[in-house]
Nanobody, 121 residues
Framework: QVQLVEFGGGLVQSGGSLRLSCAAS????????MGWFRQAPGKEREFVAA????????YYADSVKGRFTISRDNAKNTVYLQMNSLKPEDTAVYYC??????????????WGQGTQVTVSS
């Protein structure tokens, strides 16, 4: 099993920044990708960004490319999502995930509890 704990959500004004963190513990040897997904009220959960466990490759949704950066700290087994130039449409619950895939929800086996990000206009 893998446990994921997220930190860093909150309320920010449009154009502001937030950094989310996700600490992984447990059987981390089974992880190939770490990802971030988000879910806004009334919408399906959508892919935001992903990074290989090695940290070499990163992937982004078109909607966040150039504004968000995913990274990881190998020593701390922690993944970060730096979110800049935030927009009201970025408002959602953000979930950290770990698993076998890159962009597909179904390829992730473990999920964090979610953290709320609210961007005011």
């Amino acid at each position: 099993q893998v446990q994921l704990v997220e930190f860093g959500g909150g309320l920010v004004q449009s154009g502001g920044s937030l950094r989310l963190s996700c600490a992984a513990s447990g059987r981390t040897s089974s992880i190939y990708y770490m990802g971030w997904f988000r879910q806004a009220p009334g919408k399906e959960r959508e892919f935001v960004a992903a990074i290989t466990w090695s940290g070499v490759n990163t992937y982004y949704a078109d909607s966040v490319k150039g504004r968000f950066t995913i990274s990881r700290d190998n020593a701390k087994n922690t993944v970060y999502l730096q979110m800049n130039s935030l927009k009201p449409e970025d408002t959602a619950v953000y979930y950290c995930a770990a698993g076998r895939g890159s962009r597909l929800y179904a390829d992730y086996d473990y999920w964090g509890q979610g953290t709320q990000v609210t961007v005011s206009s």
